[in-house]
């Protein structure tokens, strides 16, 4: 299973964006997905999950209200809304998968993206 992270880039304060997460060769609908993001100088640091089922999410308390996760099994990807971005968002951002009902440790990982929040 390969990963790939989307849509990043350079948002304003105060804006938004959505991330996609994709896969080439698997149906995400059979996992749970997380996403994980890094600053730096910082760990990475987990953010949220959206579980197998799709009938539930959790999030980290500091994005929770600001970000949402959603599934489009037709399009075979997991997105993250997040809205009124600050600028200690900023980081490169990573989903992962678990083929199990919640986010575990992360078995599958892709290539993250780039998000900047700077005015």
């Known amino acids: 299973l390969q990963l790939q992270a989307s849509g990043g880039g350079l948002v304003q304060p105060g804006g938004s964006l959505r991330l996609s997460c994709t896969a080439s060769?698997?149906?995400?609908?059979?996992?749970?997905i997380g996403w994980h993001r890094q600053a730096p100088g910082k760990k990475r640091e987990w953010i949220a999950c959206?579980?197998?089922?799709?009938?539930?999410?959790t999030y980290l308390d500091s994005v929770k209200g600001r970000f949402t996760a959603s599934r489009d099994n037709a399009k075979n990807t997991v997105y993250l809304q997040m809205d009124s971005l600050k600028p200690e968002d900023t980081a490169v951002y990573y989903c992962s998968a678990d083929e199990t009902e919640w986010c575990g440790v992360g078995v599958y990982w892709g290539e993250g993206t780039l998000v900047t929040v700077s005015s």
């Open positions: 959206i579980n197998r089922s799709d009938d539930d999410r």
């Open positions: 060769t698997v149906s995400l609908r059979y996992y749970a």
